[in-house]
C-alpha cells in the first residue's frame, strides 16, 4: 500500500542531506572550545538529523538506524562520560571538574589536559542531548506509542 | 575595490529578490501562489546575498583563512539551494494533502 504523505523527493533530499547534517553536527562538536559551538549545540543538530529522518521517512525505519534500547543507552552513556571525567578529576586529588590535574595520566602540560577535558566533556553533553531530543521527539509524535505517527 | 562593487550589486539583486518574494507572500490571493512566490525568490535572494558576502571576504586579500571562510559560506548557500525548494514542496504538498483548494478561474470572475 502506497502511503499518500511518502514522497520520493523528500526522501531522496533527505538521503542527501542527513550526512552532511551529521558531518556537520560532529565538527560543531569537536569544534566548540575555538568557534562557536560546543555539545548542547551539536547535539542539538545530531538529533535534528534523526527527526529529519522521522519526518521524511517513518518511525520504523528511523527505529531500525537507532533503536529505542541503544538510544536509551546513549542517553546514560553521555552522563557517565560526563560524571566520569569529573570523578576521575576527582580521585587524581583536584576538584571536581578540574581537568588540570588530568595531566598526571595524559603525560601533557596542563593547559593541554584542560582542553582535552573539556572536550571529552563536551562528547558526552552531544551524546545525551542528541539521544534525549530523539526520545522526546518519538513520544510526542507518536503519543507514546513507538509504532507510527499519530496525524 | 572591483571585488567590493561586485559583492554590492550581488547583495543589492539579493534583497530585491527577497523584497519580491515578500511581497508575493504578502499580496498573491492563494496559498499555492504564495508559496510559489517565496519558494524561488527565498532560495535565489538567499544565494544571491551569501555569494555576495562570500565575494566581500575575499576583498581583503586571498589568504587561506579567508578562503577557507568563503568556501564555507558557499557551502551554506548550497544547503540553502537544495533544502529551501524541498521544503516549499513539503509545505506544498502537506496543503494539497489537507484539503486546500487552488484558486480557480470561476473564482476569479465572482
Keep these: ?151 | 575595490m572591483i571585488l567590493t562593487i561586485l559583492s554590492v550589486l550581488l547583495i543589492i539583486s539579493g534583497i530585491f529578490f527577497f523584497f519580491t518574494a515578500t511581497v508575493g507572500l504578502l499580496r498573491f490571493p492563494d496559498f499555492y501562489c504564495r508559496m510559489q512566490a517565496t519558494g524561488k525568490g527565498d532560495t535565489l535572494g538567499a544565494l544571491l546575498c551569501l555569494s555576495g558576502i562570500a565575494v566581500y571576504n575575499l576583498s581583503d586579500g586571498f589568504t587561506l583563512s579567508s578562503v577557507l571562510v568563503s568556501i564555507k559560506i558557499m557551502l551554506i548557500a548550497f544547503f540553502i539551494f537544495i533544502a529551501n525548494p524541498t521544503a516549499t514542496h513539503a509545505i506544498t504538498r502537506a496543503g494539497l494533502n489537507a484539503g486546500v483548494k487552488p484558486l480557480m478561474k470561476e473564482d476569479l470572475q465572482k
Design chain 1, 1 to 151: 500500500m502506497i502511503n499518500r504523505f511518502e514522497n520520493i523527493i523528500i526522501q531522496t533530499i533527505s538521503r542527501l542531506l542527513i550526512p552532511p547534517i551529521q558531518l556537520y553536527a560532529l565538527y560543531v562538536i569537536a569544534h566548540g572550545h575555538y568557534s562557536p559551538g560546543g555539545g548542547f549545540q551539536g547535539g542539538c543538530i545530531l538529533g535534528a538529523s534523526f527527526i529529519l529522518m522521522v519526518i521524511a521517512y517513518d518511525i520504523k525505519e528511523t527505529k531500525r538506524m537507532i533503536s529505542e534500547k541503544i538510544n536509551t543507552i546513549f542517553i546514560v552513556l553521555g552522563v557517565i562520560i560526563y560524571s566520569g571525567i569529573g570523578a576521575v578529576c576527582l580521585i587524581l586529588g583536584a576538584d571536581y571538574l578540574d581537568y588540570g590535574i588530568l595531566n598526571k595520566i595524559f603525560s601533557v602540560s596542563p593547559a593541554k589536559a584542560r582542553a582535552l577535558g573539556t572536550f571529552g566533556v563536551e562528547i558526552g553533553v552531544g551524546i545525551t542531548v542528541m539521544a534525549v531530543m530523539v526520545s522526546i521527539f518519538l513520544n510526542l509524535v507518536s503519543g507514546g506509542e513507538h509504532e507510527e505517527a499519530q496525524e
